[in-house]
């Protein structure tokens, strides 16, 4: 798992609402820094940092839900919170067929025969869960999320 982006240039003697810009901004770049090799699809570490990323975003706009506007919060709440669960989707399935392949090794001939239909039947649910996730990363790209969130941060109050 990646480490948090450390927040640049953070200080105490600013505004909370310049502070909060500055967290919010860094973990919102955080996530979709990830973008690219989640659309790929070849690493599962990089689903799972760009997951852990936006939970982190989603922990921000919870803390700090005070000094948004409830109707822009409550959209770019909604926005994360629907992304982490694509993202939570596709995850565990690799997770489970990890688990699954690994079971497979320790099993006997004809046991494993079962473990390769689990194994089938999990990969054709994750083709599922990834078709979901990409239509979310596209649906948040042509709607401009990542366009108008900086200027959604400035109107913090």
């Given amino acids: 798992m990646a480490k948090p982006w450390k927040i640049p240039e953070l200080n105490p003697e600013e505004s909370l609402k ?9 973990r919102f770049q955080e996530t979709f820094s990830y973008e ?3 659309t790929i699809g070849e690493d599962p570490e990089g689903l799972h940092d760009m997951r ?6 989603r922990a921000v706009l919870k803390i700090f839900h005070s000094c948004f506007s409830k109707k822009k919060i ?5 926005l ?3 992304l982490v669960r694509t993202l939570g989707a596709v995850r565990e399935s690799d997770v ?7 079971y497979k090794k320790t099993v006997e001939l004809r046991d494993q025969k079962i473990i390769d239909l689990l194994i089938a039947r999990e990969m054709s649910s994750r083709i599922v869960y990834r078709k979901k996730l990409l239509n979310e ?4 790209s042509n709607n401009k999320h990542p366009d108008s969130f900086v ?3 400035k109107k913090t109050h």
């Fill in 36 to 38: 690219q090799a989640t």
């Fill in 74 to 78: 409550k959209k770019y709440d909604s």
């Fill in 151 to 153: 200027p959604f941060l």
């Fill in 52 to 57: 852990v990323a936006a939970r982190r975003m």
């Fill in 18 to 26: 310049q502070c909060v810009a500055k967290i919010a901004l860094t």
């Fill in 137 to 140: 990363l596209k649906l948040i």
């Fill in 96 to 102: 489970f067929l990890d688990s699954l392949i690994s």
């Fill in 80 to 82: 994360f919170q629907t």
